[in-house]
Nanobody
Framework: VQLVESGGGLVQPGGSLRLSCAAS????????MSWYRQAPGKERELVAFIISFGSITNYADAVKGRFTISRDNVKNTVYLQMNSLKPEDTAVYYC?????????????WGQGTQVTVSS
């Protein structure tokens, strides 16, 4: 199982980035996908969520109206389009895949990609 994030980097306030997370080794279309982030000294927090077939999404209040999560179940990839970036969006962003099987929660995580918003 692999989740490989890409697309992070340094961007000025007000700029945009698009993160990608390529999945392999499991049935991607059966998993709900999320983006989390963790800033230095803070706990990891949920940023955005999309269900397995992509018809329902949810966002943290801090990113509503600025970030958009989407998925391509053919390419086995989930995306996070981030617009109007703010310095407080600076964090390591992690991709998460989750499903339930036999009453257990199964979680897979990527290695993370750094997003830095600074002038």
């Amino acid at each position: 199982v692999q989740l490989v994030e890409s697309g992070g980097g340094l961007v000025q306030p007000g700029g945009s980035l698009r993160l990608s997370c390529a999945a392999s080794g499991f049935t991607f279309s059966s998993y709900h996908m999320s983006w989390y982030r963790q800033a230095p000294g803070k706990e990891r927090e949920l940023v955005a969520f999309i269900i397995s077939f992509g018809s329902i999404t949810n966002y943290a209040d801090a990113v509503k109206g600025r970030f958009t999560i989407s998925r391509d179940n053919v390419k086995n990839t989930v995306y996070l389009q981030m617009n109007s970036l703010k310095p407080e969006d600076t964090a390591v962003y992690y991709c998460n895949a989750r499903t339930m099987a036999s009453g257990r929660t199964i979680d897979y995580w990527g290695q993370g990609t750094q997003v830095t918003v600074s002038s």
